[in-house]
């Protein structure tokens, strides 16, 4: 008969697995490891195994901890909850993947071994930061994915621009390092804990009670810092644009994996982060700006592993601003969709099949007739009320709501445009709309899904402050006028003005070369080797 023990047991045995898979790295670091291989993929099997467990006895008994290991509230524990299991779920389906991609990517490269090792030490690291159920283990985890991720950007020394953007993270990496730790000593004093059920607790009957301490206050604050310092938000984005160098499994675990650390923090301290007014508006701020500046820049690159780079700033932008208004269940639907779609795009970056072939589709012109665009927007708006009608949803009662459905309006509207505004056939109209519909369809259910599955471990979505609302306004105007321009801009011709803004967007405003200065990135010394490139 299973017990709470042995299923713990079960689960933590799979980070375990990986770590011993980079210390048997040590004794095969070199050309075709084969037992190597053979135990990382098994430490893949096992770990999805550990998943499907971890998924059914979670359902059976709710939130499952193992005994501290310390002393004083404070050590090692492990926390299966249905926010663990899901993240846990999604990393040990990823980390299948990429190794066994990886098997045959750097199949006669000499140090394949050494790659396959450190690849399964960041693994580790990241399955051990979502299993967290103490403040000392999650700081732990949270400094070893950074120090396992910078041995494989650095695993090609020889690389210049690898080693610059290295040592940008590395820097950056540490900032925040030191402010989770500010903060989690903050925690501890106020909730006397460690144990994080305890500490959402203490903090949401404060919350309830409106007795909001200072150091509540600063806690969120600083987390909120933590999480847009470890997801390449603007301004200390620009390392994670310049790791193209490193290795394709590598750019897929990081942008599908550890940059959703960021976000992951935020849901997992959301009774943290619910009473902190000012973290919420540190998270809309910075996260909903770097969304618009990021997603405008994705437009206008031209290297596809660049726009991927810029993609995924966008992303954990926009995620960061939805935790930032108090959308956890929306921020982690978007954070698994982006995880399986960023990881499949950079595994087959390098397929020229689909380049090929969309280089013969002959798109219809463009009319930019103001009426069939507006149509766009109205069938938009009508899709999505039908549907908040038909799910129960009255965003007039809930600002933080109605402002993300006008998200989900533009994201519609963009889909309808192109077919409704050109000089196709009715059936790709009619296709267009039903694709906007299959999108809503997707949205409103996976949305209710997640809301259903994590609603022991979020709180309940509440209006968001004045402040809040005011900047989520600003944003929501900026994002509406750059969906309205790249609707428009195929049916008008561009003049010098917008090419040269074009250039300049294309290379980030040069905030990337600031930073350069700042952290003195630009000193690192070069040398003429190149080997195998990514």
């Known amino acids: 008969m299973f017990t709470d023990s042995l299923f713990l047991l079960i689960v933590s045995f799979s980070p375990l697995l990986f770590f011993t898979t980079y210390l048997f790295s040590k004794f095969s670091p070199g050309l075709r490891p084969n037992a190597l291989l053979k135990l990382s993929l098994f430490s ?215 940059l959703n650390a960021g976000p992951f923090l935020m849901v997992r301290m959301a009774y943290v982060l619910s009473p902190s007014e000012f973290g919420a508006v540190v998270l809309v701020c910075v996260g909903g700006f770097t969304a618009f500046f990021a997603s405008v820049s994705f437009l206008t690159q031209t290297s596809i592993k660049t726009a991927l780079g810029y993609s995924s700033i966008a992303h954990m932008g926009f995620m960061l601003m939805l935790c930032g208004m108090g959308l956890y269940s929306a921020a982690m639907l978007h954070l698994v969709a982006h995880s399986f ?70 994201g519609l509207s963009q889909i309808v445009a192109p077919a409704l505004d050109s000089m196709g056939y009715v059936k790709s109209m009619i296709g267009a709309c039903l694709m906007a519909v299959g999108v809503a369809t997707s949205f409103f259910t996976l949305e209710h899904a997640t809301n259903v599955i994590l609603h022991t471990q979020i709180p309940h979505v509440l209006n968001p402050g004045s402040l809040v609302l005011f900047l989520v306004s600003g944003l929501l105007i900026l994002f509406g006028i750059t969906v309205l321009a790249q609707i428009v801009a195929p049916a008008i011709n561009a003049g010098p003005f917008w090419k040269k803004l074009g250039i300049h967007f294309r290379n980030g405003f040069y905030a990337n070369a600031f930073f350069d200065r700042m952290v003195g990135a630009l000193s690192v010394k070069t040398t003429n080797t190149d080997p195998m490139r990514s």
């Not at 903090?203 to 309830?208: G, M, T």
């Not at 009320?385 to 989900?408: D, H, R």
């Open 341 to 410: 779609y960023k990881a499949h795009a950079f595994l087959s970056s390098g397929s020229a099949v689909e380049q090929i072939r969309a280089s013969k589709i002959s798109l219809p012109k463009r009319m930019g007739s103001p009426v069939r665009i507006a149509a766009s927007f109205v069938i938009a708006i009508f899709i999505y009320t039908t549907y908040s009608y038909l799910w129960g949803v009255n965003v007039m009662e809930q600002p933080a709501l109605f402002m993300a459905g006008i998200i989900i309006i533009l």
């Open 44 to 258: 893949g099997s096992f770990s999805i195994l550990a998943s499907i467990f971890a998924i059914w006895w979670v359902y059976q008994t709710g939130l499952q901890e193992s005994p501290l290991i310390g002393m004083a509230g404070l050590g090692l524990s492990i926390r299966l909850d249905p926010l663990s299991v899901l993240m846990f779920t999604m990393i040990a389906l990823l980390a299948f993947i990429i190794i066994k991609f990886s098997a045959n990517y750097l199949d006669g490269d000499n140090r394949q071994g050494i790659f396959i090792g450190r690849l399964s030490a960041t693994i580790a690291s990241v399955q051990l930061l979502v299993l967290s159920g103490n403040m000392v283990i999650l700081l732990i985890a949270w400094i070893l994915t950074s120090l396992t991720l910078h041995q494989l950007l650095v695993f090609y020394k020889d690389r210049p621009r690898a080693r610059i953007a290295a040592k940008k993270k590395f820097i950056v990496a540490r900032l925040g390092d030191f402010l989770l730790l500010i903060a989690s000593i903050m925690i501890y004093i106020e909730a006397g804990s460690g144990n994080l059920e305890i500490i959402f607790s203490h903090f949401q009957l404060a919350f309830e009670n409106g007795t909001v301490t200072g150091l509540m206050e600063w806690s969120g604050i600083l987390l909120a810092l933590v999480a847009l310092l470890k997801s390449a938000q603007f301004p200390t984005h620009g390392w994670l644009i310049e790791v193209m160098e490193t290795p394709t499994p590598v750019s897929a675990l990081l942008h599908a994996g550890i």
